[in-house]
């Protein structure tokens, strides 16, 4: 049995193909199929080194192949006053816990024997980064939707089994099947109706918007500098707040007296504690404030879920199985699959802002 992970070189180049007799396929302007098969394998190695390193989404989460968490919630009794012959009871921490969804997906080239025959190597490679495109959206889609959703994702064709259960962050005991009491800190005790998804009126960022995020994450415990999504639609709002300071552009010559964010290029600036950062796909109105612990840190927001015996994120391109035996022609009825499912880590470090009203909604990400 070989060790590591399957890529486009082991799936695509079937064992029973000759590559050299492969050249002997040749799309309308004479490119061979393994030239495909190259630009194939480059363009999914480039996307999974992406998914699982982007410093966006490896700085939200960490990856397992385990469907369940564990954590412990509540207050703990405190330490007693030692004395010479007494001795102190034992104690111990509740826990709770919930699953993690795992969810396959595909997308289907959809390369016909005649298309194949016929298709101009430009043709195919339009085909190859739609594909992949869609990959990169879905990823981000769900990864967004689950920071803006305060209700649980269950059941089965989520892959939590008929009873399980994925919650949000912390939220009010009637938002969720999984109650949760955060853990006690700093002499602040929490119960079971603690919010993190907050509804504002007023339909724009303010200072004290982004105080009371900073306030709800530190209280748990995490320490600043802490991260702050925003959509594109209300980052003029941001930037205008008294206080933002902008990430430098090193093409203007600033003067002395500005005061410039120490951030790199994936931030567009800093306000209080917090880096702000513009994220496609976030709805006008809605931020996300959260302590990132580094790449793929297991103290990150988000545990995304993947495939039993892996350890990143992996999108593979094969024959599909679904397309019956006289699928024999190289390269055709090929297929991108993967594997994943995207749900809360810790259920304290991280807290959503929706400023259009004063009752919470989820957003839809786009």
């Known amino acids: 049995m070989a060790l590591g992970p399957r890529d486009t070189a082991s799936l695509v180049m079937l064992a029973g193909w000759d590559a050299t007799e492969l050249q002997n396929f040749k799309l309308q302007d004479g490119t061979p199929f393994t030239q495909v098969v190259a630009d194939l394998n480059s363009a999914l190695g480039l996307l999974n080194a992406e998914l699982t390193n982007d410093s966006l989404w490896s700085g939200l989460m960490s990856f397992t192949d385990q469907p369940d968490l564990e954590y412990r919630v509540g207050a703990s009794n405190g330490m007693t006053r030692f004395t ?39 043709q195919v490679q339009a085909d190859i980064f739609d594909a992949i495109k869609d990959v990169r959206d879905r990823f981000r889609i769900t990864t967004l939707t689950r920071l803006l959703q305060r209700g649980d994702d269950s059941g089965a064709a989520n892959g939590l ?63 600043p500098p802490f991260e702050f999504l925003i959509g594109p639609s209300d980052r003029v709002a941001v ?56 790449s793929r840190s297991q103290r990150n927001p988000l545990r995304t879920r993947i495939e039993k015996g892996t350890s990143a994120l992996t999108v593979q391109a094969f024959t599909d199985p679904r397309s019956g035996a006289g699928a024999v022609y190289p390269l055709q009825n090929i297929m991108l699959f993967t594997e994943f499912g995207v749900g809360v880590g810790d259920r304290t470090n991280g807290t959503a802002r929706y400023v259009n009203n004063a009752t919470w909604a989820d957003g839809t990400a786009t």
Do not use: C
């Open 84 to 122: 010479e012959y007494g001795r102190p009871d034992a104690q111990r921490a509740d826990t709770e816990g919930h699953m993690l969804p795992l969810i396959k997906w595909d997308r289907m080239l959809g390369w016909t024997w005649l298309y194949l025959k016929e298709a101009r190597m430009s």
């Open 161 to 223: 089994g008929t009873a399980g259960e994925s919650p949000g962050f912390a939220t009010d005991e009637g938002s969720t099947a999984v109650d949760f009491i955060p853990p006690a800190n700093a002499g602040t005790s929490f119960d079971n109706t603690h919010e993190h998804y907050v509804g504002i009126a007023g339909g724009v960022f303010t200072v004290t918007v982004l105080d009371d995020a900073f306030d709800e994450v530190r209280e748990h415990g995490h320490e």
């Open 239 to 294: 930037e205008d707040l008294t206080g933002f300071a902008e990430r430098g552009d090193p093409l203007i010559q600033y003067g002395s007296s500005q005061d410039l964010a120490r951030v790199g290029d994936d931030y567009i600036g800093t306000i209080g504690h917090f880096r702000i950062r513009e994220v496609r796909g976030i709805p006008q109105y809605y931020g996300f404030g959260y302590k990132s612990y580094g």
